[in-house]
């Protein structure tokens, strides 16, 4: 998977501050990417991420932030905005990007290359079934289910796995899968 490895290195990105960047300045780093919101149920879980990044930076693990408002207007804000409520509200020092669009024909090339690796997140279903309780139509895959869905990506840059918007940081089978990657043994799915 050297060409995904490449490609997603090569991305340019922009920081929440407006800095150029890539991924490629976390090469060697266990990547956790999540796509974030303000104003979703799921916001508190900007404290587990932290906690996940505390506990396992010193190992290589960095968990990368990234805006989106593309489920029902949860992320209306500016990226100053996103980045003092951030900060404010949840002591957040994980790298934080550009709100950026993740779903739909103007994904952001980042988020093409995410779901084209890895189609389909782990434990869906549940998640899925409580939008449809909403009366809400979820995205089939390979489009992202909702917000905080997670990519795990390798030292090498390979997309080892994707986990559900509900899956929080402190889960079991997330945090498996991550001290894998970090010890090398690697994780599928």
Same mark, same amino acid.
């Given at each position: 998977?050297?060409? +995904? ?12 501050? *407006? ?7 976390? @090469? &060697? #780093? ?12 799921? +916001? ?12 396992? #930076?010193?190992? *290589?693990?960095?968990?990368? *932030?990234?805006? @989106? ?11 100053? =905005?996103? =980045? ?14 550009? #709100? ?32 449809? &309780? ?14 905080? =869905? ?16 509900? +899956? #929080? ?9 991550? =001290? ?6 690697? @994780?599928? *799915?």
């Amino acid at each position: 998977m050297n060409a +995904t490895s490449t490609a997603l290195d090569e991305i340019p990105l922009k920081t929440i501050r *407006g800095e150029d960047t890539s991924l490629g300045d976390y @090469a &060697g #780093k266990v990547l956790l990417i999540v796509n974030v919101a303000s104003k979703c149920g799921l +916001t508190p879980q900007y404290e587990g991420l932290e906690a996940l990044y505390r506990r396992f #930076k010193d190992d *290589g693990l960095v968990v990368l *932030g990234f805006p @989106a408002n593309d489920f029902a207007g949860q992320e209306p804000g500016s990226n100053e =905005e996103i =980045e003092s409520f951030c900060t404010t509200n949840f002591g957040v020092d994980f790298p934080m990007f550009e #709100k950026l669009v993740a779903t739909g024909p103007d994904k952001h090339p980042l988020y093409a290359a995410l779901t084209e690796a890895q189609p389909k997140a782990r434990n869906d279903g549940a998640f899925r079934e409580r939008l449809k &309780g909403f009366n809400m139509t979820p995205n089939e895959a390979p489009e992202l289910l909702w917000n905080f =869905e997670k990519f795990l990506v390798g030292r090498d840059g390979t997309v080892l796995a994707r986990f559900a918007p509900d +899956t #929080k940081p402190d889960d079991a089978d997330l945090v498996a899968a991550i =001290e894998a990657a970090l010890s090398g043994s690697g @994780a599928t *799915g």
